[in-house]
């Protein structure tokens, strides 16, 4: 449902948002971790007096190190 508003999509292979507000970002990111999914590039942009970010997250069955 946030990736909806984020003008984003999930599908089995792949996830993108365009325009997810950095607070959501991170507890959305770390939920899309448990199913399978990483990030594999994350833009932050200002939009007025916001930060949002621009993301693709790959389901791929690697894991992200940390």
Do not use: N
Not at 19 to 48: D, H, K, N
């Amino acid at each position: 449902r946030s990736i909806d508003k984020a003008a984003g999509i999930v599908m089995d292979q792949f996830a993108l948002c365009h325009s997810m507000p950095l607070a959501e970002f991170e507890q959305i990111a770390e939920g899309l971790r448990g199913t399978g999914y990483r990030p594999v590039r994350c833009r932050p942009y200002q939009a007025g007096d916001q930060i949002l970010v621009a993301a693709i997250w790959k389901r791929d069955g690697l894991k992200l190190l940390r």
